[in-house]
T-cell receptor, first 113, second 112 residues
Framework: GAVVSQHPSWVICKSGTSVKIECRSL??????MFWYRQFPKQSLMLMAT?????????EQGVEKDKFLINHASLTLSTLTVTSAHPEDSSFYIC?????????FGSGTRLTVV | QQQVKQSPQSLIVQKGGISIINCAYE??????FPWYQQFPGKGPALLIA?????SEKKEGRFTISFNKSAKQFSLHIMDSQPGDSATYFC???????????FGTGTSLTVIP
């Protein structure tokens, strides 16, 4: 139980375009979803925390207009990287709070060319 | 400031040996300490977790040792296997649903 499905698993996009990443909690209601970014061989860095039905809380240094987070339902949270640039290339991971703790998605490898 | 410090950065262990990864924290408000295992290109998966009211927790070959006074906790992998080769992250959080603070990760390689 407590599965978070994250899609896509990888995406390549051109500079200047936008990319949407979806995280769905399949068998629980994720009232809180965390979005992380991970560079190669580095730890997970929290980008933002989203609560269903309210605005996301962004960590210091994270541009909220660039990384748009929507948590419109208890089972779906999305991260949209707007006007992507090569420096946005990274591994993005969501994590949903469930009754047993926290479950991570499988991650999305974003490459901006 | 790194809330949770993890060492070593990398570890090579022979098959059948014991792998030990250490973490230390400063914030005494932390009351949940999980360990995550991450394979390349995948999200972290919860391995085992402990709360500060116990000093040790064992699940199969994985054991967490917790020293509240020293503000340290460690992961022991007994009878390490090549399939255990992955990156391991310790983390800490306050049980109010707040964020996790992750360690910097340990790349474990178990050689046959």
């Amino acid at each position: 139980g407590a599965v978070v499905s994250q899609h896509p698993s990888w995406v390549i996009c051109k500079s200047g375009t936008s990319v949407k990443i979806e995280c769905r909690s399949l068998d629980f209601q994720a009232t809180t979803m965390f979005w992380y970014r991970q560079f190669p061989k580095q730890s997970l860095m929290l980008m933002a925390t989203s609560n269903e039905g309210s605005k996301a809380t962004y960590e210091q240094g994270v541009e909220k207009d660039k990384f748009l987070i929507n948590h419109a339902s208890l089972t779906l949270s999305t991260l949209t990287v707007t006007s992507a640039h090569p420096e946005d290339s990274s591994f993005y991971i969501c994590s949903g709070r469930n009754p047993y703790g926290y479950t991570f998605g499988s991650g999305t490898r974003l490459t901006v060319v | 400031q790194q809330q949770v410090k993890q060492s070593p950065q990398s570890l090579i262990v022979q098959k059948g040996g014991i792998s030990i990864i250490n973490c230390a924290y400063e914030n005494t408000a932390f009351d949940y300490f999980p360990w995550y295992q991450q394979f390349p290109g995948k999200g972290p998966a919860l391995l085992i977790a402990i709360r500060p009211d116990v000093s040790e927790k064992k699940e199969g070959r994985f054991t967490i040792s917790f020293n509240k006074s020293a503000k340290q906790f460690s992961l022991h992998i007994m009878d390490s296997q090549p399939g255990d080769s992955a990156t391991y992250f310790c983390a800490a959080s306050m049980n109010t649903g707040n964020q996790f603070y992750f360690g910097t990760g340990t790349s474990l390689t178990v050689i046959p």
